[in-house]
């Protein structure tokens, strides 16, 4: 099977490309490349230097590739950006999306998995909520996405296709872009191994379902390979477990710490200190992934603590090349 995985050579993008390889499936990458890495990918993988949002160029590459499949991955994925500049981010995130579905329908492609968000579609949650809980976005890159999953619907009820979309809460690990407003667990790593001081927004009282990125790649590699109980679907993909930025920030400060111990580094990792809320943030959020467990027998493999371990290591070995 040939897919195409829009935003491939990007964080999560990039490890579902190494499992479809893996699986002996050809992965065809489409990106810009304004925060994915040439380095993520495989010598063997052709890149498409293209951005979503140039329609002509997204139709070529689907016209010349023909893929089985799509998995789009490309986003605007940071919530503060898309509440300061909600055009740019509808731009991408639904315009964008749009001229890939629309050269997917056109090119014969039978099936298209969306990147949605858990993490922003449900709203304020104490308590992990199914797939059934009724979506309310309250930041332009919730609504956003909503929008994308109504499409999906539509392009399954107009052109046959087969769609799902996986709703992602925070996702983290290997590969993560530490730079700009998501992605707290890169932003800290970072910092933290660095020897700066790190900031949490507002109290640190915001809880999250922190899921790892190679369980996230293998929720995709399924909804891309086995046989979808209905045309269209969404499940959700997280652990239901909830942590906020408080201890979130603690268990990194310990691992860094170790890390630069063991590497014989004398660096001192400061403490995280409080800054203003961030606009746009949930105080809590987690979601149930019961669905996803019941159709194909997946769940989170990875710990919190494993995968934070796993992380800061990772950031401490890509510092060192770089």
């Known amino acids: 099977m040939k897919v195409l995985v829009t935003g491939g050579a990007g964080f999560i993008g990039s490890h579902i490309v190494d499992a479809l390889q893996a699986a002996g499936h050809t992965a065809v990458v489409l990106d810009n490349l304004s925060t994915g890495r040439k380095e993520n990918l495989p010598d063997e993988v052709t890149l498409h230097e293209v951005d979503i949002c140039q329609r002509d160029a997204v139709r070529k590459v689907l016209e010349q590739e023909r893929p089985d499949a799509v998995c789009h ?3 605007q994925m940071s919530v503060g950006r898309s509440v300061q500049e909600p055009s740019f981010d509808a731009e991408v995130n639904i315009l964008g999306f749009l001229n890939v579905l629309e050269a997917a329908a056109e090119t014969g492609v ?47 009820a107009e052109h046959g296709l087969e769609t ?96 630069l111990k063991q590497a ?11 800054g203003p809320a961030r606009p746009g943030d949930l105080r809590s959020n987690l979601v149930d992934a019961g669905l996803l467990q019941r159709t194909w027998d997946w769940q989170a493999k990875t710990s919190l603590d494993e995968g934070l371990d796993e992380t800061v290591r990772w950031f401490y070995a890509d510092k060192q090349q770089a």
């Open 264 to 274: 014989g580094q004398a660096i001192d990792v400061p403490k995280s200190t409080y």
């Open 73 to 75: 991955q490309a986003a």
């Open 110 to 156: 039978k099936r298209i998995v969306f990147a949605s968000s858990g993490g922003v579609l449900y709203g304020d949650v104490t308590e992990p909520q199914p797939e059934t809980y009724p979506a309310n976005p309250i930041s332009p890159y919730g609504i956003s996405k909503w929008a994308g999953e109504r499409y999906l619907r539509f392009f399954t």
């Open 164 to 259: 799902v979309a996986l709703r992602y809460s925070n996702v983290y690990g290997p590969r993560q872009n530490p730079h700009g407003e998501a992605g707290v667990v890169a932003i800290f790593c970072q910092r933290m191994l660095a020897g700066e001081a790190t900031r949490i927004n507002g109290d640190g009282k915001y809880i999250r379902d922190y899921v790892y990125v190679t369980d996230v790649a293998r929720a995709n590699f399924l909804a891309l390979t086995q046989t979808l109980p209905e045309q269209h679907i969404a499940f959700n993909v997280g652990t239901g477990i909830g942590l906020d930025v408080n201890e979130l920030s603690e268990k990194l400060h310990q691992f860094a710490g170790e890390q």
